[in-house]
């Protein structure tokens, strides 16, 4: 009888991010359609969620507990750097056990939200180098890069990168980004981003009669790895004109959603209920990205700005509009159709952004054509991403499963 491979999952999975446990559930969503026997577990930010939510066991990615929040007494800043010591054998032992590793799309590549070199950039560095070691391969699968300012940073990406045995990425700026700081990424391919690959709801009709319900989505945004001089002043600039956005929504008639894609925007979204006080705006609670797509497929329209809250109301068919704060929104919104319609989270001009919304309501009927083409696009290539990791990962396996994942889909 043949050993089950045991397949790995690595990343801030469970942690509250649903645009990272979205990733996870499609390609546990590929593994159990094309590789049913594998025996799959995790190395992760969340466990308990993670066992609780997709049934596979989960191991704490970090020791010390307190790896997030800030050290300032000795024995804190003394914690952590045993953890990280204790890590290193932790995650080797980890990959040890493994015949595959995967890690499920996410911006592990990137600095675009404030980054600590020695935080989850040394964690996917001690992944990929136990992997080389152990000779345990390790996917980076349809996952995201940009360019990185800070140089203890770039070092661990571009070492993790290198060290991987197998790439993709979900946009072309991304492999691009890795090719400039110093990557070979000849043999890299690029797909649509994972999320892609989920269940989509079920279409509803085009709208009809009165302008129906928008879905803004939030974030507690700060700038990126590069602006914490200014963090301050560009949330509240990005406050401020989410809010203007939304109440002029408001004295238009239009009931407004609010959306999340993290724990930590929930206080945005208490801030804009308080100052707009009115029974047209309500806050929706999701727990998945596929309670995100069942809300922005209810919507006439969303705005939003976290990356997965754009891919929901893509995937749903429903015309978009990004508060892009990174170039992946920007090919994000380009690969779907929707390139003319990013207005900059960094710097809100809520009179403009209305002017785009209402421009964008006008193509409405069009653009849900387009988007009911790109995502027929979409899913053909992700077909062939998950083809291409069961002949990188899997060269041995009986092949008998290989074309389940198209027939479930």
Same mark, same amino acid.
């Given at each position: 009888?043949?050993?089950? %491979?045991? =397949?790995?999952?690595?990343?801030?999975?469970?942690?509250?991010?649903?645009?990272?446990?979205?990733?996870?559930?499609? %390609?546990?969503?590929?593994?159990?359609?094309?590789?049913?026997?594998?025996?799959?577990?995790?190395?992760?930010?969340?466990?308990?969620?993670?066992?609780?939510?997709?049934?596979?066991?989960?191991?704490?990615?970090?020791?010390?507990?307190?790896?997030?929040?800030?050290?300032?007494?000795?024995?804190?800043?003394?914690?952590?750097?045993?953890?990280?010591?204790?890590?290193? %054998?932790?995650?080797?032992?980890?990959?040890?056990?493994?015949?595959?590793?995967?890690?499920?799309?996410?911006?592990?590549?990137?600095?675009?939200?404030?980054?600590?070199?020695?935080?989850?950039?040394?964690?996917?560095?001690?992944?990929?180098?136990?992997?080389?070691?152990?000779?345990?391969? =390790?996917?980076?699968?349809?996952?995201?890069?940009?360019? !990185?300012? /800070?140089?203890?940073?770039?070092?661990?990406? #571009?070492?993790?990168?290198?060290?991987?045995?197998?790439?993709? &990425? #979900?946009?072309?700026?991304?492999?691009?980004?890795?090719?400039?700081?110093?990557?070979?990424?000849?043999?890299?391919?690029? &797909?649509?981003?994972?999320?892609?690959?989920?269940?989509?709801?079920?279409?509803?009709?085009?709208?009809?009669?009165?302008?129906?319900?928008?879905?803004?989505?939030? @974030?507690?945004?700060?700038?990126?790895?590069?602006?914490?001089?200014?963090?301050?002043? !560009?949330?509240?600039?990005?406050?401020?004109?989410?809010?203007?956005?939304?109440?002029?929504?408001?004295?238009?008639?239009?009931?407004?959603?609010?959306?999340?894609?993290?724990?930590?925007?929930?206080?945005?979204?208490?801030? !804009?209920?308080?100052?707009?006080?009115?029974?047209?705006?309500?806050?929706?609670?999701?727990?998945?990205?596929?309670? +995100?797509?069942?809300?922005?497929?209810?919507? /006439?329209? =969303?705005?939003?700005?976290?990356?997965?809250?754009?891919?929901?109301?893509? *995937?749903?068919?429903?015309?978009?509009?990004?508060?892009?704060?990174?170039?992946?929104?920007?090919?994000? @919104? /380009?690969?779907?159709?929707?390139?003319?319609?990013?207005?900059?989270? #960094?710097?809100?001009?809520?009179?403009? +952004?209305?002017?785009?919304?209402?421009?964008?309501?006008?193509?409405?009927?069009?653009?849900?054509?387009?988007? #009911?083409?790109?995502?027929?696009?979409?899913?053909?290539? +992700?077909?062939?991403?998950?083809?291409?990791?069961?002949?990188?990962?899997?060269?041995?396996?009986?092949?008998?499963?290989?074309?389940?994942? *198209?027939?479930?889909?």
């Amino acid at each position: 009888m043949n050993t089950p %491979v045991r =397949v790995g999952v690595f990343g801030l999975l469970g942690s509250g991010n649903l645009g990272n446990d979205g990733s996870l559930e499609a %390609v546990l969503g590929y593994l159990r359609a094309a590789h049913p026997e594998a025996a799959v577990d995790a190395l992760c930010g969340g466990p308990r969620v993670v066992e609780a939510r997709y049934g596979i066991p989960a191991t704490r990615l970090h020791w010390n507990r307190g790896e997030y929040r800030t050290a300032s007494r000795a024995g804190a800043i003394a914690a952590k750097g045993l953890g990280k010591l204790l890590d290193a %054998v932790r995650t080797a032992a980890w990959v040890r056990r493994h015949d595959v590793v995967i890690v499920p799309g996410m911006g592990v590549l990137e600095a675009t939200l404030p980054l600590r070199p020695w935080g989850f950039p040394y964690s996917l560095f001690l992944l990929c180098a136990s992997g080389r070691l152990l000779r345990t391969p =390790v996917a980076l699968v349809g996952v995201g890069a940009a360019p !990185i300012g /800070d140089r203890p940073t770039r070092a661990l990406v #571009r070492w993790s990168a290198r060290l991987a045995a197998y790439r993709s &990425y #979900r946009d072309t700026a991304s492999r691009d980004a890795m090719r400039d700081m110093g990557v070979d990424t000849g043999r890299d391919e690029v &797909y649509p981003d994972l999320a892609f690959a989920l269940p989509a709801p079920e279409a509803s009709a085009p709208p009809d009669g009165p302008p129906g319900t928008v879905c803004v989505g939030v @974030m507690d945004f700060h700038g990126g790895n590069d602006d914490r001089a200014r963090a301050e002043e !560009i949330h509240r600039r990005y406050l401020d004109g989410t809010t203007r956005f939304v109440r002029a929504l408001v004295e238009d008639g239009r009931p407004v959603r609010l959306l999340t894609g993290d724990q930590c925007d929930a206080a945005v979204v208490a801030a !804009i209920l308080d100052a707009v006080d009115s029974p047209l705006v309500t806050a929706a609670e999701t727990a998945s990205l596929a309670d +995100l797509m069942k809300e922005t497929a209810a919507a /006439d329209t =969303v705005v939003a700005t976290r990356y997965h809250n754009l891919i929901c109301a893509l *995937k749903a068919g429903t015309p978009t509009l990004a508060l892009s704060y990174a170039s992946k929104s920007d090919a994000l @919104m /380009d690969r779907m159709g929707l390139g003319a319609y990013c207005h900059p989270a #960094r710097e809100v001009d809520a009179d403009r +952004l209305l002017e785009q919304f209402r421009a964008l309501e006008k193509r409405s009927a069009q653009l849900r054509q387009t988007l #009911r083409e790109r995502n027929q696009v979409a899913a053909r290539q +992700l077909e062939d991403q998950f083809t291409a990791l069961t002949g990188a990962l899997f060269p041995s396996a009986d092949h008998t499963h290989a074309h389940a994942y *198209k027939e479930v889909r």
